[in-house]
């Protein structure tokens, strides 16, 4: 397996192919993408290449000797660090049964060879913007829960004070300064009447 682009945190590809060929047409078509583009010969690679890294969609050829198409998805599926990937599936056959089996397996998509390198690199972006939104919205709750926690460790504190009775004293002492304040009022406003 080879990455035609360095790893990145960013929203990479996983490209599931047995034929050379095809593996170079589907990096020519999605070259213009600029996201990683991931290589896998088997559905035995792909799996490893899963449990490696996080990918944004997963195009995976139907027909592959050994591990196919329709198993590597349903090991895909099976795995809960990779069940939400979406896979595009891509076939040679146009025999209706393939997509059926396709979508029953978890694929969100199904495409014949030959494809539409603008259809294909158009669905490929849908969720390729799916994946950064999503990102972004874990990084909005991974920043909305740690302002949680710090709210959640404050209040705690306070309720550790408030057993311990220190926030009492803090009253107290408020109260206390109040009434000298008011004092010291008085005494000015005693002093400048003659």
Do not use: C
Request: cysteine-free; hydrophobic content about 45%.
């Amino acid at each position: 397996m080879s990455t035609r682009a360095p790893f990145h945190d960013g929203a990479s590809i996983l490209l599931v192919d047995d034929m050379e060929d095809n593996l170079i047409a589907l990096e020519a078509v999605l070259g213009s993408l600029n996201e990683p583009l991931v290589r896998a010969r088997s559905g035995e690679e792909a799996m490893k290449a899963l449990l490696r890294q996080k990918f944004a969609v997963v195009l995976l050829d139907v027909r592959m000797p050994g591990m196919d198409g329709f198993e590597t998805a349903s090991n895909i599926k099976r795995l809960d660090q990779t069940k939400n990937v979406p896979i595009i599936f891509l076939t040679g056959s146009d025999d209706d049964g393939y997509a059926f089996r396709g979508y029953a397996t978890g694929a969100a998509d199904f495409l014949t060879k030959p494809f539409d390198p603008w259809v294909l690199r158009a669905k490929v972006n849908v969720f390729l913007e799916l994946h950064r939104k999503n990102r972004q919205l874990e990084r909005m709750l991974t920043d909305e829960q740690r302002r949680f926690d710090e709210i959640a460790e404050r209040l705690t504190a306070i309720e550790e004070q408030l057993a311990r009775g220190e926030l009492g004293e803090v009253a107290e002492l408020r109260h206390r300064m109040a009434r000298l304040h008011d004092a010291l009022r008085a005494l000015g406003r005693a002093r400048s009447t003659p």
